[in-house]
């Protein structure tokens, strides 16, 4: 997924829209296929329906902020900058998930 981003990063800056559109994809298939189903099959084996309520709202409050802070990101940043930025999360992720 990290390695999607930094090179859809890489092919907006170069001005390469196929190869965004392309990356952008593959990310999304990704995150499918590995944690972005993960997340709700684990909280409901591991937790009771409290635990559940509060795990999911939790999980949804982020995706809010997420989408809160991106547009300004973009307006400030850049969409090539905002792009490296998530990309360096996801590798923070990938190696926190590794180890």
Same mark, same amino acid.
């Given at each position: 997924? !990290?390695?999607?981003?930094?090179?859809?990063? @890489?092919?907006?800056?170069?001005?390469? #829209?196929?190869?965004? %559109? $392309? !990356? /952008?994809? /593959?990310?999304?298939?990704?995150?499918?296929?590995?944690?972005?189903?993960?997340?709700?099959?684990? $909280?409901?084996? /591991?937790?009771? #329906?409290? =635990?559940?309520? =509060?795990? +999911?709202?939790? *999980?949804?409050?982020? +995706? @809010? +902020?997420?989408? %809160? $802070?991106?547009? #300004?990101? =973009?307006?400030?940043?850049?969409?090539?900058?905002? *792009?490296? $930025?998530?990309?360096?999360?996801?590798?923070?992720?990938?190696?926190?998930?590794?180890?």
């Amino acid at each position: 997924m !990290c390695v999607a981003l930094a090179l859809a990063a @890489l092919f907006l800056y170069l001005g390469l #829209p196929y190869g965004l %559109l $392309i !990356c /952008v994809m /593959v990310f999304h298939i990704s995150y499918q296929i590995g944690l972005g189903s993960y997340y709700f099959a684990y $909280i409901a084996q /591991v937790g009771n #329906p409290s =635990i559940n309520t =509060i795990g +999911v709202s939790f *999980f949804w409050f982020l +995706v @809010l +902020v997420i989408s %809160l $802070i991106t547009p #300004p990101m =973009i307006a400030n940043l850049g969409v090539s900058i905002t *792009f490296w $930025i998530f990309s360096a999360f996801a590798v923070g992720g990938g190696v926190y998930f590794w180890f």
